[in-house]
């Protein structure tokens, strides 16, 4: 792990060392900018300090859920007996990487399912949040930072795409279904080109249904997933 060395440590987890390159610090900034933006309308009537503030709790929140995602694999890779070597964290999503690649495909699928599990628990526990607490509170805002971060990781992992925990999943189920690797990476290609084809299909009728928000989310999300296939994001 030389090339992480001179990465700063900001906490160690499992027993994990958790590093933080520059750019994460960058989307740490920006996602506090965004959602004490979104505060003033989940949140209304407030000074512009009580929403900077809960904006600041907000994005420890979703550190939480994002951060916490990946740091969760930890615990699925030891007891899978594949340790992890660094959780790294950069401008894109967190990485979890391992020492030793070569492992039975049921060591791959066990370590990627730390992740999803804390993911789901974590939306179930908000779902029963936002159920007690009143809306139009700084805590209901909160809830649903938490919430709807957990449901949207604990969705994002069923794409079959090769950085996603979904993506090896289904790689190595293909390979205890009897494919090689080399076949298996190739359905998963195919299966990421459909899924690109289905996000611009839905992009489009939802431009055409004037959900401008929803086609541009779409969008951003189809080129990311093509970034990933052309290998461009690793």
């Known amino acids: ?30 996602v506090w900018v965004i959602l004490t933006a979104i505060g003033t309308w989940r949140w209304p009537g407030q000074s512009v300090l009580a929403y900077v503030l809960v904006g600041g709790v907000g994005t420890l929140v979703g550190m939480m859920v994002d951060v916490g995602h990946a740091c969760a694999h930890t615990i699925g890779a030891k007891m899978a007996h594949a340790p992890t070597a660094v959780v790294l964290l950069g401008a894109d999503m967190p990485r ?25 628990i974590g ?5 029963l949040l936002l159920r007690v607490i009143p809306p139009q509170t700084a805590w209901r805002y909160l809830a649903e930072i938490w919430t709807f971060g957990n449901a949207f990781i604990g969705l994002a992992i069923f794409a079959p795409v090769p950085l996603v925990d979904g993506g090896v999943i289904i790689k190595w189920l293909l390979v205890i279904g009897g494919q090689d ?14 899924l690109i084809v289905m996000l611009l299909i839905g992009a489009g009728v939802t431009a055409l249904s004037d959900l401008w928000v929803a086609a541009v989310g779409l969008v951003l999300v189809a080129i990311l997933i093509g970034l990933i296939v ?3 994001i690793r």
Request: hydrophobic share 45%; net charge positive; glycine share 10%.
């Open 123 to 127: 939306f179930g526990i908000g779902l």
């Open 230 to 232: 052309l290998e461009v």
């Open 1 to 30: 792990m030389k090339t992480y060395e001179n990465i700063p440590t900001i906490l160690t987890f499992n027993g994990v060392p958790v590093k933080a390159r520059r750019g994460f610090w960058l989307v740490v900034a920006l």
């Open 96 to 120: 979890t990487l391992y020492p030793d690649e070569k492992m039975r495909p049921s060591q791959h699928i066990a370590r990627s399912l730390g992740g999803p599990i804390y993911s789901w």
């Open 181 to 194: 690797e080399g076949q298996a990476d190739r359905i998963v290609h195919w299966m990421d080109i459909v």
